[in-house]
């Protein structure tokens, strides 16, 4: 009887078992919340223009990088882009060589296909066009509004040539020349534009070489790099407002931008292009009448003109105390954009963060009697021969 009691009460518990794991799903969530959301970064309309962010200098695996075309395409759309220009190496062929190396198991020898390189023979052996189908290919799968151009990157000698960004290009293939200047030319036969990269990388200086001094005098080169990375080159901005060039700055991504930009204080490297329009030929003619800022780190470098209106169109001003017998005035002050400015009145630094607020008294002008205006040295703005301009905040209605 007592056995009878056992086995039954075994079989009852294995029954209820059963029944319970029956009830336990075979998936679950493990969070409600586990999708991607796009870094917005917010900037006001410049003199009736658009801010686009752009990143005109990133590499793929298809060069030396590590990062297919479609990636790059997500990776630029979250960390809040509006262009980019994915800009290969199409004379190293690294890429193409390490895909040769996976095929090799199938050549009869094992030995990997042998692909002469294009510099040497002047023959492109690869469409190196496909780079840029790939991320159109995925910026209509995901269906985000990202400008790509069409570019690579030419590179030779890092002391007496240098590396050269080329955009807005037609057939990538085409370019390739012995002679850089005339490669050169063959961009511009395609209407292309050319960009001079990292102008002191490998180099004690940023100074024109020789091969420069005849590119630049031909007027084939039309913006330079003031940022690569997060090298910032102060002299170039001297030359890009002496030579009425454009000023870029771009991250030169390798691997992924979260390795060098992950920081939740900053955004990545990146070129404001003040265009009517999000379209190709909107932004080339913003890059050719040079309305650019660079952003890297938290510092924005341009022309003052340009720095100035940011920073009006930004922070939003008020009166809001005044007392007459101390000839005092007090201002809010209000961010309203996704940059933090550092404004500096003598000695005292005031962090205007993003979206928020503060007040500063100013008393009035000793000689005019008149009420002065919010005037600071912007310390992470640079300008012409690594100054920071003194600017003045209009009193907004
Ligand atoms: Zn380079
Ligand atoms: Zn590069």
Redesign the pocket.
Known sequence: MKRFFIVASMAMLCLFNADAQKKIPHTVRTSNNAFARRTEIIIPQLKGYNVYKGDF?IHTSYSDGNVTPASRVTEAWYDGLDIIAITD?YESQKGLKNTMKVLAQLNKDGKPTVIPSTSKTGKVWADFNEIHRQAEAQVEKSGVPLLLIKGC?M?RNAQSH??F?CLFLKDINGLYNKDMAEAFRNVKKQGGIIIH??PA?RRKTSDKTEFHKQVYGEGLIDGVEVV?GTSFYPHIVRRCIDEKLTMFANT?EHGLTAYRFGRTDYFRTMTLVMAKELTEKAVKDAILKRRTIAYSGGNLIGEEMWLNELLNESVVCHIVKEDAKAGKRTYLLTNMSSFTYKLRRGKTIYELEPFKSLQVNFGKDKNSGKYVLPKFTVDNMWIIDYKHPALEINIDK
């Open positions: 200098h190496h990157e590179a240098g590396h960004n990269n990292h990388w690569n030169d």
